[in-house]
């Protein structure tokens, strides 16, 4: 019984605030110690609960989705494509136009590739199937170019090595 008396009275005095501190807890019951200066505090997020942090160094937990980068999505995200979509976006409405000429769509083509190789050049998997929508689409325009059809079925060929789903980006009407 004597034994039992010293260990709770130790683990009391254990868990009892240092003298002189005062404990309190904020409003989401998180203990917090008064005394303590600001700089030794971890920062706080709404509701005082301390941010998430990985123990491994590694990546913060991923953006909740949004329209740029949900999954499926058909614009990615982290990627700055304004200029090339601009000029795909000005060429095709050229191609599209009565009167379009074969250059115009070979500017199109051009275009696609050049966006398709930013995404397949960008060390990203995730970008793959962006690049692969690319180069079917320039196929479209130029079916003869060497170039996206080679890149296009290096992409499919890693795909089916990884035993995974081929996207279907770029076979939308």
Known sequence: MRTLVLALTCGAALIAPGCGSQSNTNDAGVA??????????????AGGIPPVSSAHGGNPPAPPPT?????????????????????I?????????????????????????????????AGQPTLYKFALGDYRLALRYQPDNAEARAKMDEIVSIYQSMGRPVPTNGTEP
């Open 67 to 87: 329209p740029g980068n949900a999954a499926g999505s058909t614009k990615p995200s982290g990627l700055d494509t304004s200029a090339l979509d601009a000029k």
């Open 32 to 45: 917090v110690n008064s005394n303590a200066s600001s700089a030794s505090r971890p920062a706080q997020t």
């Open 89 to 121: 976006e000005k060429a095709e409405a050229k191609a599209k136009a009565s009167g379009a000429t074969q250059a115009d769509k070979l500017a199109v083509a051009a275009a696609y590739l050049e966006r398709g190789n930013l995404y397949r050049d």
